[in-house]
């Protein structure tokens, strides 16, 4: 850590070094505070926080014959509030983006009524992705820090992984939930830091790499109505991935 200068490596470290090595510099060297908006990540927040109340209302054998869309809507409604915007400075007070307050409160409820409508389309495919695709998770935003040992020498690197999973599946496979207002590249997504990082720390918590990775991108600023709001990506990997993963680490450490 003395040598580094840094404690820790975390996934968005890693894509912010190899997108820009100066900007890993300033902000996550020397920890510079840059202005950046959390408007995206309070939103993002509210809706996984609501999708997690759908799978706290499944029953083991009745699924979701008893729940309501009503409660997992009161979740989000209840997290995105102006009042968690109005920490954001950068995002809710910028007077060149919103110089009156009824632009700023047309914003927010824009964003609050899209949210809802992702919830809604999520609500309405529940069935099909435990069917389909095995979704069921049973938990949440699971914090992890680990030494990253290499799989060949058995040494660790430097300094620990630390990161945080958005689910569990039941399986042990890995969930990961986004908003996005694009599509996800099927290609690109497979390769990101952030899907190897996971992958990578389960296999060395467990020794056992997840049986697979799956992606639910939840689509923003689209119609309520498109049946493209939400995007499933499942991958599955192997020790060559996490071996030429932690190769990428190494480098990037070095």
């Given at each position: 850590?003395?040598?580094?200068?840094?404690?820790?490596i975390?996934?968005?470290?890693?894509?912010?070094?190899?997108?820009?090595p100066?900007?890993?510099?300033?902000?996550?060297?020397?920890?510079?505070?840059?202005?950046?908006?959390?408007?995206?990540?309070?939103?993002?927040?509210?809706?996984?926080?609501?999708?997690?109340?759908?799978?706290?209302?499944?029953?083991?054998?009745?699924?979701?014959?008893?729940?309501?869309?009503?409660?997992?809507?009161?979740?989000?409604?209840?997290?995105?509030?102006?009042?968690?915007?109005?920490?954001?400075?950068?995002?809710?007070?910028?007077?060149?983006?919103?110089?009156?307050?009824?632009?700023?409160?047309?914003?927010?409820?824009?964003?609050?009524?899209?949210?809802?409508?992702?919830?809604?389309?999520?609500?309405?495919?529940k069935?099909?992705l435990?069917?389909?695709?095995?979704?069921?998770?049973?938990?949440?935003?699971?914090p992890?820090k680990?030494?990253?040992?290499?799989?060949?020498?058995?040494?660790?690197?430097?300094?620990?992984?630390?990161?945080?999973?958005?689910?569990?599946?039941?399986?042990?496979?890995?969930?990961?939930?986004?908003?996005?207002?694009?599509?996800?590249?099927?290609?690109e997504?497979?390769?990101?830091?952030?899907?190897?990082?996971?992958?990578?720390?389960r296999?060395?918590?467990?020794?056992?790499?997840?049986?697979?990775?799956?992606?639910?991108?939840?689509?923003?600023?689209?119609?309520?109505?498109?049946?493209?709001?939400i995007?499933?990506?499942?991958?599955?990997?192997?020790?060559?991935?996490?071996?030429?993963?932690?190769?990428?680490?190494e480098?990037?450490?070095?």
């Amino acid at each position: 850590m003395s040598k580094l200068g840094i404690n820790r490596i975390t996934p968005s470290m890693l894509t912010e070094y190899e997108s820009c090595p100066k900007l890993f510099y300033y902000r996550s060297f020397l920890g510079l505070k840059l202005p950046q908006t959390q408007v995206h990540f309070v939103f993002g927040n509210a809706v996984h926080l609501a999708i997690g109340n759908i799978y706290e209302q499944m029953d083991e054998h009745d699924l979701w014959k008893h729940a309501e869309i009503r409660i997992a809507k009161e979740q989000f409604i209840k997290t995105f509030t102006l009042e968690a915007l109005d920490k954001d400075e950068l995002a809710f007070n910028d007077e060149l983006k919103y110089p009156t307050e009824e632009e700023r409160i047309k914003k927010f409820e824009e964003m609050r009524d899209d949210g809802l409508a992702i919830i809604k389309s999520y609500w309405d495919i529940k069935e099909d992705l435990l069917a389909t695709h095995d979704i069921n998770p049973v938990a949440f935003e699971i914090p992890v820090k680990i030494p990253i040992k290499h799989p060949e020498t058995g040494e660790d690197l430097e300094i620990p992984m630390s990161c945080r999973i958005d689910a569990l599946n039941y399986d042990g496979s890995i969930i990961e939930m986004k908003t996005s207002k694009a599509k996800y590249d099927e290609v690109e997504t497979r390769n990101l830091p952030q899907a190897l990082s996971y992958v990578t720390v389960r296999y060395l918590q467990t020794g056992k790499i997840p049986p697979w990775l799956t992606y639910i991108v939840m689509r923003k600023g689209m119609s309520a109505k498109s049946k493209e709001r939400i995007q499933v990506l499942k991958y599955t990997y192997e020790e060559a991935d996490i071996l030429a993963f932690v190769a990428r680490i190494e480098s990037i450490l070095e």
